[in-house]
């Protein structure tokens, strides 16, 4: 029975090599050697009779040694009865006999059993001490149909895990760099200047600003130059989500932990950034005893999930971002105190579009190339128009704004009718007020603003803190 255990798969010349013969005889083997393959048969029979494949073993006359029951049950006879018969007996054109004398394997070889069933068989010498002494005939497929089936359904369920595989790295990866941030106004500029240094590190970040001005581009930017850029990007808009889902969201849940959870369980977001990087875009609007449970998490680098026992470590970075005055809220207790001064590590505060006023036009011409294959131009007037215009929703606002004219524009000059009503009025508007000698009040608030601000930094060395403390406004909106 140890016959193979001292034997060598041929892989040039695709054979089975059995030890020689004083060697076998060494090691107590029985005398398989002198030309009967009784034994190795009988090693067939224990292992080969459950597989879902057919196999014969021929002896160097072309006798059949053993069959096993799929073989029998293909051909439909008694394989005991089959135990002795030529091979050719049953396959009148096999090739077994031409195995035998070349001593070469032939794989994946076509035969005809009875005219009616095809089937793909490998047929592989068995050799000792050089000589041919047997064959094994094996059956791969019971026809090329087969074979054909099962590479269409191999392909299929290749192009479906490519698929996957596809939609899962683009959920878990960054896609902005630094340079998708477009602008070369001061505040800009420092802005990408300052978020570049911190993505060195491994600090926490918390990146500030108006809704529409641009905060997931540097929380992918940051992402993507650091040194887990090649881990994965995690973003959950806490805002997006209900609140009491969102717990279960960020940390995942056991199986049966509520009403409705998927019977294997979950794992939450924070699992899945590990060795990566975790962005809460709007962590203001975070729950309070998910608040809790995140400061937890940062200062432990562990996660247990909902109904879990088990702590589990996590390796991730966190970059936070929010449209929200968070030490107001600390005043009002809608915000914990002590998480604000874990993520607001290293700040990063992204200017309003209305304070960079001579982006706009770089920021035309991009949205212009990246939503028209046309070669578009903003007429002046309406450029003009577009300078004026406060931009109370900031860069998303104006993405909006020229896809609209886009659409609306059959040439390929956008004019002051191919934007939105509301852009045309308050152009019309500050246009009539200056004509009559008279500011607009918005331009008077923000001339009166100027003077203000002017003064204080005056008084203040130019420190922007002190500044805001004397103004009695944060930081961020300074």
Same mark, same amino acid.
């Given at each position: ?45 224990? =292992? ?17 040694? /053993?069959?096993?029951?799929? /073989? ?8 005991? %009865? ?24 032939? &794989?994946?070889?076509?035969? =005809? ?22 064959? @094994? ?38 896609? /902005? ?29 918390? $990146?500030?600003?108006?809704?529409? =001005?641009?905060? %997931? ?9 650091? *040194? ?41 977001? $924070? ?9 809460? *875009? ?42 929200? *005055? ?14 604000? +001064? ?17 982006? $706009? ?15 578009? /131009? ?10 004026? +215009?406060?931009?109370?929703?900031? @860069? ?5 704004? @020229? ?10 000059? &956008? ?7 509301? $852009? ?23 001339? +009166? ?7 204080? &930094? ?21």
């Amino acid at each position: 029975m140890g016959v193979l255990a001292d034997s060598k798969a041929d892989t040039n010349g695709m054979a089975i090599h059995l030890a020689p013969r004083g060697r076998a005889q060494r090691n107590g083997f029985p005398g398989v050697f002198t030309g009967e393959l009784n034994d190795l048969a009988e090693l067939f029979k224990l =292992t080969l009779d459950s597989v879902y494949s057919g196999t014969i073993v021929c002896d160097k006359h072309s006798r059949i040694l /053993y069959m096993n029951r799929f /073989y029998a049950d293909l051909l439909g006879v008694d394989r005991e %009865e089959a135990v002795g018969r030529h091979i050719m007996d049953f396959f009148p054109s096999s090739r077994v006999p031409s195995v035998i004398d070349s001593g070469r394997a032939e &794989l994946g070889a076509r035969c =005809t059993l009875r005219a009616a069933i095809d089937l793909v068989v490998n047929r592989i010498p068995i050799k000792a001490d050089g000589e041919t002494i047997g064959v @094994v005939l094996q059956t791969v497929f019971r026809s090329y149909t087969e074979v054909n089936e099962l590479m269409k359904r191999l392909n299929s369920l290749e192009k479906r895990v490519v698929q996957y595989k596809r939609g899962l790295d683009s959920m878990l990866s960054a896609t /902005y760099t630094f340079d998708s941030i477009v602008g070369e106004s001061k505040g800009i500029v420092e802005a990408k200047q300052l978020a570049e240094k911190y993505a060195r590190t491994d600090a926490a970040v918390l $990146i500030m600003g108006a809704t529409g =001005t641009g905060k %997931e581009l540097f929380a992918h930017s940051v992402h993507l130059a650091s *040194d887990r850029r090649d881990g994965p990007f995690v973003c959950v808009n806490c805002a997006a989500i209900p609140r009491d889902l969102l717990e279960s969201e960020l940390f995942g849940y056991e199986a049966g932990a509520f009403t409705g959870a998927r019977q294997k369980g979950k794992a939450g977001k $924070i699992e899945l950034a590990d060795r990566g990087t975790l962005f809460l *875009d709007e962590i203001g609007d975070i729950p309070a005893n998910a608040q809790a449970k995140l400061l937890r998490v940062l200062e432990s680098k562990k996660i247990e999930r909902l109904g879990g026992v088990k702590a589990v470590s996590v390796d991730f970075r966190l970059v936070a971002a929010t449209h929200r *005055d968070l030490k107001s809220m600390i005043k009002r207790e809608e915000f914990r105190e002590d998480l604000f +001064y874990r993520v607001n590590t290293m700040t990063v505060e992204v200017p309003d579009l209305s304070a960079r006023e001579e982006d $706009i036009p770089l920021l035309v011409e991009h949205f212009l190339d990246a939503v028209s294959e046309r070669r578009l /131009y903003v007429s002046p007037e309406a450029l003009s128009m577009l300078e004026r +215009y406060p931009w109370p929703g900031n @860069v998303r606002e104006l993405r909006s704004a @020229v896809e609209r004219a886009v659409t609306l524009a059959d040439g390929v000059e &956008l004019e002051p009718a191919h934007f939105p009503t509301e $852009i045309q009025g308050y152009a019309h508007n500050a246009v009539s007020v200056r004509e009559k000698g008279v500011q607009s009040l918005a331009k008077s608030i923000s001339t +009166y603003e100027k003077e203000v601000l002017s003064k204080a &930094l005056a008084a203040t060395g130019g420190n922007m803190s002190r500044t805001a403390r004397l103004l009695g406004i944060s930081r961020s909106t300074l």
